[in-house]
């Protein structure tokens, strides 16, 4: 059945197109969630390395230093959590990462058949 699908999919066009789009989608969702994850990963590293966030707490909004630093890291972490189960989600539910994998060989297929015959000699296969 699978055949089938992948025959129909060759020869309609528009099911074509409409494949390609939702494939673009599944990588978009896929490459949101990984940025999602990598900004609250430097949100952390920030929060421990650069510290004028404690004169703005303490002078203008009164707060406690030890509360806010706090609160911020417990903010980060819990982004860091929902961002990586949202980016285990989207590459498990979507055939994103297989479809990656599809365009890698193809677009290493197409190098290869470029390359000069001396560097294809020396290929081992």
Same mark, same amino acid.
């Given at each position: 059945?699978?055949? &089938? ?15 390609? /789009?939702?494939?673009?989608? &599944? ?14 990963? /430097? ?20 707060? &406690? =230093? /030890? &509360? ?16 990586? =189960? ?16 599809? =365009? ?14 001396? =560097? ?6």
């Amino acid at each position: 059945m699978r055949k &089938d699908y992948e025959q129909h999919f060759a020869e309609c066009a528009q099911c074509s197109a409409r494949q390609r /789009f939702h494939r673009s989608l &599944d990588v978009t969702l896929a490459v949101l969630t990984s940025l999602s994850a990598l900004f609250f990963l /430097f949100a952390l590293a920030v929060l421990k390395h650069v510290h004028p966030l404690e004169h703005v707490a303490f002078k203008v909004l009164g707060l &406690d =230093i /030890f &509360d806010m630093y706090h609160m911020l890291v417990s903010a980060g972490v819990a982004g860091l959590c929902f961002s990586l =189960i949202a980016m285990a989600l989207v590459l498990l539910a979507t055939p994103a990462p297989s479809y990656l994998g599809g =365009i890698a060989a193809e677009r290493a297929r197409t190098l290869e058949q470029h390359l000069p015959s001396a =560097i294809k000699s020396l290929r081992m296969r």
